[in-house]
């Protein structure tokens, strides 16, 4: 064999290997969608998506009450983890002198490491006690009694906020980062102080980075499944408080996965296709503000 | 270029320890048994001694009994490996039908579809099924019909059944797992809704949890996880202990059933034998309720 | 307010948020450690679990981690590095990249319960002839497919900042397109990739959700790929969760202290990797 018919043989080789990402990718829509599917045609996708009662073992299959959770859910981590996580970024690239650098960055490299049941057993034996002692001693009068159990929007949040911590610090951190020397040389010289250089030259020039941070922080809140149902509470009911508990999609799948049959698990094959679509618009609206974002600067 | 090399070297020296202590622990093993490799084909009596390999799958709930059991029963027998995988008591049930596993655990009841496939059930334990609240509750007793109420969510507060008050948190199991089932079946009846709001936990240990966080809660686990963290109450007047669930008094438990189609092979057999014989229910008997 | 003062508060609120960055880490951190670290001993490490986790160590579990971590990498690695070398030196930006990076950033989103489902119903059900149900290989295989995207990117970057004038010697020089990957890109280049590899030993030793699908859960020594086993992720939950009893979550906080452990021990090398060997 000469070499030439070697390296053809060689970059085929290489781009198989190349397009196994892609081949997985529809590997797993292809099954989820096959095995989910047609329960979905069966109940209908409307009564599946919009439908508020799930009753799987008699046959109701309502899952809008975990959609509306799961948004919940990651809508207040998101509140708490990014500006605690974009704050924590640029103390980390303009203030933080190199000692403390040299404490924080491994830190937040083992927050990322640190496996999620750890941190759901955190959350179910200290976050959620401390959620109820203050639902029960300074809200009682407030809140509904089911409202008032630990068990919340707000614990669930809590705990992902601290999980999504390590990707908004670092690609914001980045981010900021790669902004050029000079604006920052130009706005000081111009006799802004380093807060309005920051928040003036900096934040905006990094800005598509920090977008970027928190959809991937969204993703990972989105995805998140052992923790939460560990601290969410579980039930399916249409969330309208923060100290309400909610069921997510992928806790949905989690806690039913392990015992459910027939009719049951296709409905939990088609709560994932759901969980798969969000999760693949999200990914394209991201890499459309991300092209948007380098197009303009 | 002297870095590098020093990388590799450091890269191969990480390799080769990860090889050693995986070679190692791996040679410490009963499994490494040939007859692992000879598959379930020579499964047979020859000469006295019974050889093969035995596969287990289902329940994880009933996976750990299950491997205690199979690490004695294999003590015993060398020639046989039995190995037990987890992944839930459908696809255990399912595993069975289909014959890639010998034996199919599961930990509730099967359902209808599932009984039409014609599985062989035997009963190797049962769990019973404490209802429990938090230790500073005062409530020690509770008949089934108060139980049935509160559950159901037609008895909201426990001042309508104790001294305590408060709302009452209720934490249940989630839908297809055997304790819900059971739980269903003989406290709440068929038509009877748990109430909408409940928390719900997958697991034993969350709803413990929860048990003792949470005064005002109330839930249902596996009696075998009882300790003083929480506190069992007694139903219509019986509390749940090995005697009353084996007399049949106390009323709320499930069993553990392994499944099998048709005739199970030599090995499979011997295995169930060794299960329900004296000494493997004395194993069961650590944490379940043995059925003999 | 002056300018001054505002200075002052903003810089003040950001070490602030420095501060409560690793005030919360030091609190799961320390929370965990102190539970667990009572717990960890020479027995712990070396005996195998008894009472179904609740008594004894987790040596077993031990080994099934690094057998399942070898495993998987041994399986994503080539296939990672693969396609890093064509992204990088085969192709220009254009349709198929375009595919092929679509494809990767869509598996990278994926959460890992789908990844489980799939992996349940694709290797552990309709393969079930060569990985046998519920085994490493069926777990192993999962996992591969969820660590691919991390080890493309950072091969990808490795890659790329190998000089194009090595390339061009060695080419000059009358080596092959093939060779010149062989001998001159990847070696100066394994650093970078080492990284990425250790980085996903990170995200395989963490995962729980999708094993407990796919793996199993055996918490028996593994004497084969076919054989069903628990990584400590996943020992931790089980044990935690479904026994639930004191001195099961005295066992499952050990487990989790020696998790956190490995996971600083893995983290540090790559950060000892990249100082003195990228730059």
Redesign the interface.
Known sequence: MN?KT??KI??K?????????????I??GG??F??GAPLIAKVGLVKFLFGTQ????SGEYGIFPMILGTFAVTLVALAMGVP??V??A???A???PPK?TR??R?????????????????G???V??II?YVERTYLAGILK??Y????SILSASIILA?MI?PTV?NISEDAIRSVPNEYKEASLALGA????T??KVLLPAASSGIVAAVVLGM?RA?????AV??VA?????VPDSIFA?V?TL?GN??????????D??RA??AT?IV??VI??V??SVA?FIAKKGVSRS | MMTLKRFKIVVILVAALVVTVAVVGCSGSKSEDKAATDGTENAGQTGGQIKGTVKVAGSSSVQPLAEELAEAFMEKNQDVTVSVQGGGSSAGIESANKGTAQIGTSSRELKPEEKGYGLKETVIAKDGIAVIVNSGNKVTALTKEQIKKIFAGEVKDWSEVGDLKGPITVVVREEGSGTRDAFQEIVLSKEVKFISNAVVQNSTGAIKTAVTKDINAIGFISSGSVDSAVKALSVDGVLPSEATVLNGSYKISRPFLFLTKSEPDAAAKAFIDYVLSEEGQKIVSEKFVKVK | MSVKTTQKMAKAALWTAGFCTVAVLSLVIGYVMFEGIPHVNWQFLTMKPKKMGSEGGIFPIIVSTIYFTALTLAIATPIGVGAAIYLTEYTREGKITKIIRFGTEALAGIPSIVFGLFGFAFFVIALEPITRGWSLLSGALTGATMILPTLIRTSEEAIKTVPVSYREGSLALGATKWQTICRVVLPSALPGIVTGVILSIGRVVGETAALMLTLGGSMRMPGSIFDSARTMSMHLYLVALEVGTKPALDKAFATATVLILTIFIINTTANWLMKHFIS
Do not use: C
Not at chain 1, 13 to 25: G, M, W
Not at chain 1, 148 to 151: A, E, I, L, N, V
Not at chain 1, 233 to 237: C, I
Not at chain 1, 253 to 262: D, L, N, R, T, V
């Open positions: 070499y070697k390296e060689y970059e080789i290489l781009l198989t290997s190349a397009f196994v990402s892609v081949i997985t990718i590997l797993i099954f989820v096959k095995e799930w009753f799987p073992t605690l996580g704050s924590t640029i103390f980390l303009e203030f933080a403390v404490v924080v491994p830190a937040v490299e083992l927050l990322a490491g640190i496996p999620s049941v750890v941190y759901g057993l955190f179910m034996v200290i959620n006690d109820m009694p089911e008032q159990r630990g068990y601290i911590l610090i102080t380093e807060w309005q920051i928040y993703g989105i995805g998140e499944t052992m149902i560990m509470g579980n039930t399916v009911a508990p069921r992928t799948i989690a806690i039913e996965m392990g015992y459910a049959s027939g049951h698990v939990l094959f994932g969980l798969f999760i693949m999200l990914n890499t």
